[in-house]
């Protein structure tokens, strides 16, 4: 009971993180589009929100991975979704402070870590049978989401990713249970 509680209090974050993109989201989605090269859709207020939100999701799934020893697959996934949650909210502080909305590469490189730390995290759910398979694809749908989302084309995206992980959070809280070997 102990170490439910603990993997509890470590998934609680992914909710609120959730929400946060599920907002930001349709926040972009609803503002008016720009025509880049020559503008672009106001984001840089809403940039901040998805940083929190993002680091809330992806540090809760690298402490849960790091939680699953025994199997390879989840601390490289936990490494990947750690190093992004850092990477992406740093580079949105550095681009927001320090370039005035210019280019930087923390941001991007952070965004495909926590990518790349879903998927992995969702495929070793499957193989190893460590989750039921809808909380397996609901990972892999949130990556796949993430990997689609663009601020200025598809920023509905971030709503889509937002609810996927709002659900897998809501099922982790909830509890899900090991299935017994070969009922998947």
């Keep these: 009971m102990k170490q439910y509680n603990r993997l509890k209090w470590i998934s609680a974050p992914i909710v609120p993180g959730g929400l946060l993109w599920m907002v930001g989201g349709l926040v972009l989605a609803l503002r008016p589009g720009g025509h880049p090269p020559h503008s672009f859709r106001a984001t840089m207020d809403v940039m901040p929100l998805l940083g929190v939100g993002l680091f809330l999701v992806a540090g809760s799934l690298g402490l849960l991975g790091l939680r699953r020893r025994g199997e390879r697959s989840f601390p490289v996934a936990a490494v990947f979704c750690l190093a992004g949650a850092l990477f992406y909210p740093v580079g949105i502080l550095v681009r927001r402070n320090f370039l005035e909305g210019g280019w ?8 495909l870590l926590v990518i790349a730390g ?5 495929v070793a759910g499957l193989v190893t049978r460590r989750f039921p398979k809808p909380v397996s694809v609901l990972l892999i749908l949130a990556s796949l989401s993430l990997l689609g989302f663009n601020d200025q084309y598809t920023p509905w995206m971030g709503s889509v990713f937002g609810a996927v992980v709002t659900i897998y959070g809501c099922a982790a809280l909830l509890g899900y249970r090991r299935p017994a070997t070969g009922a998947l």
Excluded at 104 to 111: A, K, N, S, T
């Design 104 to 111: 930087e590469p923390l941001m991007p490189v952070g965004f």
């Design 118 to 122: 879903c998927l992995l995290y969702g």
